[in-house]
């Protein structure tokens, strides 16, 4: 089946020309992964679904504006802020949305710039700093309560 699709996918690239523009990578390495978002100009994680999308921590972390549907836990993407959400199967949306994103750089820029902030909020250590606070608290009440005889 993999195989069949990714055929599928590399007769439409060159029916439409556009062997310049698309390369088909297939496996890499978390190392060239990072190479490749250092140098894009934006991400799109086009998934129907997607329970959380590893890809939008990747390219926040980056500081690549996303571009992601609707499907794909958009409550990551911050539209308009820290990426751009389309309509899940509408491809002319999809359009749109990189049309605007390619053809100005500043709101690529801003937008990058937003979503790499935001990407902090998921560093394990800031999480870790997170849930040592909620321990604290917790352990307080629970003491507190214990005081009171509860």
């Not at 590399?10 to 140098?39: A, F, M, P, T």
């Not at 100005?104 to 820029?109: F, Q, S, V």
């Amino acid at each position: 089946m993999k195989l069949l699709l990714e055929e599928e996918l590399k007769n439409l690239v060159r029916e439409l020309k556009l062997e310049n523009q698309i390369k088909l990578l297939g496996y890499i390495s978390d190392e060239q992964k990072y190479q490749y978002y250092k140098v894009c100009k934006l991400v799109i994680v086009p998934s129907r679904w997607d329970c959380q999308p590893i890809t939008l921590f990747e390219a926040a972390a980056s500081g690549k504006p996303v571009i992601a549907s609707d499907m794909s836990n958009p409550g990551i993407v911050d539209d308009g802020k820290t990426g751009l959400i389309f309509k899940s199967e509408n491809v002319e949306d999809l359009v749109n949305k990189m049309i605007i994103l390619l053809k100005n750089e500043k709101l690529r820029e801003k937008i990058g710039s937003h979503t790499a902030e935001e990407a902090k909020k998921y560093d394990w250590n800031e999480i870790a700093k997170r849930f040592v606070e909620i321990y604290k608290l917790v352990i307080k009440d629970f003491y507190k309560d214990k005081v009171k005889g509860k």
